[in-house]
């Protein structure tokens, strides 16, 4: 008996599960290691911050929204070709993909276990996390294998009941572990506020700079943050990036002012936001002091004071 051939339709629908199921797997796995990670950061190995983690998720939640239908329907469509033609699970694509499946999920397993293994003998502690994030792995690459071998023997065309209730559960459960990430990096509307509050700390951080700096240039404080404007050397001011209102900023003293913002929630300090900040005035010995960024939802105002020691002005800095 000739062996079926493979149909331009059957090899497309097999690369398509493929490409989306490995994607998928990938996505979900490195989404439930952000969801341990930020439930159990690591401060030696784990480097985190808000934004790049709200980045992360959104990227992973984005790729299971679009993947995970994508393979189902697949998949469906697929099992009813089988269905209507059984010779279609003979084809070599079909035999090749499911192989290719269970070795790569085979060797997941048995690396995933030598990790454990090793981390074990080295000495290292088992956090919480680490041993999370293995369950993770085994049980998703775990469950994995058993479908895809089970599909090899035929199961899944002799029970379509239950084919039709795994596709339902993978659904379920994809979709509640997107969800779970509202409750961890917030709404979409969250995310933005959270993006916009981000852009508010720099653009402060940047005005203080140039305050400095115009001090030392100057060695008195602007009276208004027009006074700072510098087209030539790119110092301009910026402005609240949602209602496009100037920041405040208020003299206090001889040497101190205070600069205030109004923000849509509460912060941590600059050291969680990266971005490229312009370069600072001058100091002493290399020395600046700590900026806190420190806010609350609402108006909130930074009071500094400017210490000549450690921001000379540039004419005595020059003479020294």
């Not at 050291?271 to 900040?277: D, H, K, L, T």
């Amino acid at each position: 008996m000739d062996k079926p051939k493979v149909t331009p339709k059957d090899f497309f629908l097999w690369v398509g599960v493929m490409v989306s199921l490995y994607g998928g797997v990938v996505a979900y796995i490195t989404l439930v290691f952000d969801y341990i990670n930020h439930a159990f950061p690591n401060p030696v190995t784990n480097v985190y911050y808000s934004g790049a983690y709200s980045a992360s998720v959104s990227y992973e939640s984005a790729t299971l929204i679009v993947l995970t239908p994508v393979l189902l329907v697949l998949m469906r469509l697929i099992r009813r070709s089988i269905a209507e033609d059984p010779s279609r699970r003979e084809i070599w694509i079909r035999r090749w993909v499911l192989f290719l499946t269970l070795f790569l999920a085979g060797a997941t397993l048995v690396v995933d276990l030598i990790v454990l293994v090793n981390t074990y003998l080295q000495g290292e502690d088992l956090t919480a996390g680490f041993l999370l994030k293995v369950l993770a792995v085994f049980l998703v690459v775990g469950l994995g294998f058993m479908h895809f071998l089970a599909d090899l023997r035929g199961y899944w065309e002799r029970e379509p009941a239950r084919a039709r209730m795994v596709n339902l559960a993978v659904g379920v459960l994809v979709l509640a572990t997107i969800i779970a990430g509202f409750f961890i990096i917030g709404t979409p509307q969250d995310i933005r506020e959270q993006k916009q509050d981000a852009i508010r700390v720099q653009d402060l951080q940047n005005i203080q700079w140039q305050i400095v700096n115009y001090w030392q240039q100057k060695e008195e404080l602007p009276t208004s943050l027009l006074d700072v404007n510098d087209p030539i050397s790119n110092n301009i001011v910026p402005v609240d990036p949602q209602t496009k209102e100037p920041y405040e900023y208020e003299t206090t003293g001889v040497l101190s002012f205070k600069l205030c913002g109004t923000f849509a929630g509460r912060g941590n300090n600059i050291e969680n936001v990266s971005f490229a900040r312009p370069a600072a005035p001058m100091s002493v010995g290399g020395k600046e002091l700590p900026d806190n960024w420190q806010h609350d939802a609402g108006r909130t105002c930074y009071d500094r004071t400017i210490d000549p020691e450690r921001y000379p002005p540039y004419s005595k800095t020059r003479i020294l």
